[in-house]
């Protein structure tokens, strides 16, 4: 696992103190490195009147303060918050003095420009705002503990249901979703008070039995886990470190051999999970050669000799990737019933687990209905049948959902996100915890800025400083009466009667409903009969939410690229609060893709979600009642940033001008202008400075950042915008292409994929700006060179000035400039030397071609 903390220290600027503490803890395979401790330099206590009140009045209520909040000491603050109001100044006094002068080469262009700056201006102010007064908050682990784990051994802790979602068994690699579930069931939560639910979109034998597999190798896991306190609980991370592994268990002399009997189980475990696909087929073939008669459809076979409900591996009728039974199957059930899995005697007898629990949580496995008549809803779909099978058989208070690309970092996690819920301050009006999202496979120097920090570290404490973070699709739990679009507390009715028309017509879903809105928790796990099984399967029939208020006001809501997005906005349009969860060791890690083309489809979609946000009735000018105004602008810069993608390609594309043989002035007096444009930017960059400091964050991914959003204002973000527009015209919405995870074959070389690049169309737009500017600055350097006698000293100065802009763009460009060389950019020094070459060779043919032409062409 090679974390960006190397990366972070070199491009920080003065070492420890700006790396974040979360980076830290995940150096040298998760031994917290204490930095700067989780709140940071630059944060200081938020919360010391509460406190003092908590403890005066003794927390009568019984609710203690369940976590810390931090405010940006006012040293930073204070400067940062001036320098926001003085770059508004400056900005005015510019679109002042552009209107005023009023004097440009080319009109029309000037025009353009000037809408341009102004929408600059605008989008800046949209982003800026709400980042006014971040909020740090922290859980406070002890103080839970303290509260809820009984001296009896009991716990107070509320029920939770996790839900992890995955769409082919091949595209997302069966071995990360069960490394996923595998985190989860070793979590460090009561055993009898969580319950793991996988859907699987594809409605795969193989995927099922893996997880079958999963819970027999758990049953040794998670022992194991338990027993030496192991950090993370998803074996292959785990076992990806190389030695010392870590643990904190009480039996050091133990651990060596437990460790090496475990790896060796995981081991067989990893070759059972990759035969399954044959023994599936073998198993197959043999049933059906078996079966008389011809043209009998070919089906999948389970162990148990049934045909398999889902699809199979020879299409047929009712059984392919589209169309096919829902099926629910209840792997493990609650541990009060005790489960059949044991561990293989050899096994057990080298462990000693005498004195470890060894119960496993109820895992169960989920295959929606589909067929082809009905609009699945991809994500959001399968989270929502998800939200109705659980409600019959667990019906916990709180959900918290996955991608299967993620896992749980931290066994600490579930309990972190409960430390706010059941907060005695905002517990009861808080809907959702967001966690950060962090990647463990992206390459050191983050070339294609995946890790995100501006947006994970900054703009989401931000939000928390307002009414709460938005929904980011994984790695969040909610309160599941919120996301039934119940509102909270201080505005729910009294009475409220879960109807059909607005839930579906399963009676005891809508038993559940009501039992949820009492907060009431059956201690007794329902018995799974026949009946029971069947009322699950029609929960999650194709049709069963159609007609309903599921995926509009209740659950994840449909119809739109980036559910995310959107289920946080209505939620909060509710008037609910959301948390941002910060923990010294990250909670969840996940795979980010680190192929550009790969990276820019998810790009495209994220934006072009947004968009599709912006022309829907979840439009934050319009809907979310109770949104507070600056959270309001938040949403209103989350939908609307793409377009600002049109204009910087406008400005990318300006150094065509330097082709033109006649001097142009976009905007005269142009000294003054050129002056102005680098002290506004220069200030977007100082206050991103600050930004820098209280985020925790490094100048390198600052510079990450602003180097991708060029590359995807050149290509995705301008795409995103050009399906939105024909989105409005013919209405057919984007298209969920899942993230690839598979990386291409080259084993040796962990970040292979980095090199692999496919030419799609989006790609042109940067190609060309690339071209174009290379050309910009190659015809430069030939008429400097040709006219270097003849050019006023004002002249000179101004292709100066010209030239940064042009040299500013490429530096902006440099990672796609990589991503076009291919594997040649293993050795970037390559292109330091190929890009100089390229401009002496533009330079050269334009001196030539002048000295050819000059007596026929103006050159
Ligand atoms: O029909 C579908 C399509 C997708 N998924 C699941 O959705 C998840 C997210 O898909 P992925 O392709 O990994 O998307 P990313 O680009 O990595 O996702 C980011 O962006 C999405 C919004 O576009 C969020 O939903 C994700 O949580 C967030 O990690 C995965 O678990 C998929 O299995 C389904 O279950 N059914
Ligand atoms: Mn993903």
Redesign the pocket.
Known sequence: MVSSASAAGEGGDNGSSLIDPLLVSRLGGGVARKAAGAKGKYWAAADKGERRAAKECGGEDGRPLLFRSYKVKGALLHPYRALIFARLIGVLLFFGWRIKHNNSDIMWFWTLSVVGDVWFGFSWLLNQLPKFNPIKTIPDLAALKQHCDLSDGSSRLPGIDVF?????PID?PILY?MNCVLSILAADYPVDRYACYL???SGALMLYEALVETAKFATLWVPFCRKHCIEPRAPESYFEFEAPLLHTGRAPEEFKNDSRVVRLEYDEFKARLEAISDTIRKRSDAYNSMRTGEGAPRATWMANGTQWPGTWIEPSENHRKGHHAGIVKVVLDHPSRGHNLSLKDNTRNNLNFHATDLHIPTLVYVSREKNPGYD????????NAQLRVSALLSNAQFII??????YINSSQALRAATCFMLDSREGDHTAFVQFP?RFDNVDPKDRYGNHNRVFFDGTMLALNGLQGPSY????CMFRRLALYGIDPPQWRQDSIIPKASKFGSSIPFLESVSIALNQERSTTPPLINDAFLAEMEKVVSASHDKGTDWGKGVGYIYDI?????VTGFRIHGQGWRSMYCTMERDAFC????INLTERL??IV??SG?SLEMFFSHNNPLIGGRRLPVLQRVSYLNMTVYPVTSLFILLYALSPVMWLIPDEVYIQRPFTRYVVYLIVIILMIHIIGWLEIKWAGITWLDYWRNEQFFMIGSTSAYPTAVLHMVVNLLTKKGIH??????QTTADTNDKFADLYEMRWVPMLIPTVIVLVANIGAIGVAIGKTVVYMGVWTTAQKSHAALGLLFNVWIMVLLYPFALAVMGRWAKRPIILVVLLPVAFVIVALVYVSMHILLANILPF
Not at 164 to 168: E, I
Not at 376 to 383: E, F, P, S, V, W
């Open positions: 992890v979602t995955t769409a082919d997302e979703t859907s699987d979109d699945h809803n991809k994500k959001a779909g399968a989270l959902n996955f991608d299967c690309d993620h999202q980011l699709g994984t790695g690229a980036t559910e995310d997005i996940g795979i980010a893709p489809h998810q979609r994220w979600g969920f292409r899942v993230t690839s995870k």
